[in-house]
């Protein structure tokens, strides 16, 4: 039986056809590693990998290759094929360093030059592995890290408003763009405070006001809303009003409140000057279809994402979207009314659509903000580490919740090996990280 999708979207975000086949040679040249050559048995387990991909997807949200190979792996171990799946893990090594090799040119789709700028930061500070990070913290050198943590935060921020002065006579706006949780609004403000030193008037203008109501999104079965597009945004009012900014005009923003759902009646009067630099502060702030009022002379672009560079004690890098789920679970229950819970159950819109509508655009980005902070993860885990065993026990059996039950057995054993950072008043009032966990001297919310 053929599943209810055709198609898989790839690293890069585009689209290719679905081919079962290239699981069961997967699963085959994993097991053949360790001395097993059974065509059959690897049939199987393909047919099993493919019925559990049937019940999370569909043809309109068909699954990553991430996904897929999460479900390989958990077939194998549910099936009692542990020293397999090891095989299977050291394949998908092997292939990611190949296709590393292969597409080095390909910069514009892998930040391959801040990657190694966060890694050679951790290992001059000595935190690229989770056994360095917490013989550190357990050194007595937690300050020295958060300081120095901040500290390489802020010369990025130097460097990108060095980079808008730059281009300051053609520009009339300034795009924070980049995945759910990943700083654009403390950044934002960070860059308006460096702007305003110089002299120039910068005013801040969130995009998020111009979100549809809630109930016009997308329902799934669950009763859960994707409101992750950027069709999710009012288009046509952001670039009219976009279009009349840039011509030195005033308009009435809208208001959205995010505890209810809707845009508001209350509209605020937004009349910057002609010589002031309006900041965008914006999920999709790369696509296409969000600023095509303007030229793009007149914007600079900024992308912003958590590119830690942190091992595991599993030997695999941190993912860099597990960072930005756990900071926006704390986030959406301090100021959205979301449980953790409904936040993780979200995940799979917001990923989606970070791989159709955020990272395919990446090249557009005049300037690349790393926000990823060496501490956080320790900081994390005191917040919300006692939540995972429940989830897992929750979902553990359902069918239904396999992407889910995958992404939360890799996060708890993740904050399971680190140390927990228990004193908050070692970060900064002003740090990025506050945003999401409070006391932020910003407002932020």
């Known amino acids: 039986m053929s599943p209810p999708f055709q198609h898989i979207v790839k690293r890069d975000g585009t689209v290719a056809p679905f081919n079962a086949e290239k699981i069961t040679v997967a699963v085959y040249k994993a097991a053949a590693a360790i001395g097993g050559h059974d065509r059959a048995l690897s049939e199987r387990i393909s047919r099993q990998v493919v019925d559990a991909l049937s019940i999370l997807y569909s043809e309109s949200e068909p699954p990553m290759v991430e996904d897929i190979q999460d479900v390989v792996e958990r077939t194998l171990i549910k099936n009692g094929f542990a020293d397999t799946a090891k095989a299977y893990i050291l394949y998908r090594h092997e292939r990611a360093r190949m296709r590393k090799s292969r597409d080095e040119h390909k910069l514009e789709l892998v930040p391959y030059k801040a990657m190694w700028h966060a890694l050679d930061w951790a290992v001059e500070n000595e935190c690229e592995t989770v056994a360095k990070l917490n013989a550190l913290l357990r050194s007595g050198r937690q300050k020295q890290l958060i300081e120095k943590s901040e500290e390489r935060y ?243 059996q359902d069918e239904k919740r396999v992407e889910e039950v995958i992404r939360v057995e890799r996060i708890h054993r993740l904050l399971d090996s680190l140390d927990t950072i228990e004193d908050d008043s070692l970060i900064p009032q002003g740090s990025l990280l506050r945003e999401f966990i409070g006391g932020s001297s910003y407002a932020v919310h």
């Open 154 to 396: 802020e010369g990025i921020l130097d460097a990108a408003a060095r980079a808008i002065l730059e281009r300051r006579s053609e520009l009339r706006f300034v795009i924070v763009a980049g995945p759910s949780s990943s700083g654009k609004t403390t950044t934002t403000l960070k860059l308006t405070e460096r702007l305003e030193r110089e002299g120039i008037s910068v005013i801040p203008m969130a995009l998020d006001n111009y979100f549809f109501d809630l109930e016009k999104h997308p329902k799934d079965d669950s009763g859960d809303y994707d409101f992750e597009t950027p069709e999710a945004m009012d288009l046509p009012l952001i670039n009219e009003q976009l279009a009349t900014l840039d011509q030195g005009g005033a308009i009435e923003m809208p208001t959205y409140d995010f505890k209810l759902g809707v845009r508001t009646q209350h509209t605020t009067r937004f009349a910057p000057s002609a010589s002031s630099l309006i900041l965008l502060d914006t999920l999709h702030g790369l696509y296409d279809g969000l600023t095509a009022s303007v030229p793009d002379e007149r914007k600079f672009r900024i992308y912003i994402e958590t590119i830690s560079q942190l091992k595991t004690t599993e030997g695999r890098y941190v993912r860099w979207t597990d960072i930005r789920l756990l900071r926006r679970m704390i986030r959406d229950s301090m100021h959205r009314s979301y449980c953790p819970e409904r936040t993780i159950l979200h995940w799979h819109y917001v990923r989606r659509s970070e791989l159709k509508h955020i990272i395919p655009h990446q090249s557009r980005a005049d300037f690349l903000v790393n926000s990823s902070l060496a501490y956080e993860l320790p900081v994390l885990k005191k917040r919300l580490f006692h939540f995972f065993p429940d989830f897992v026990k929750k979902w553990g």
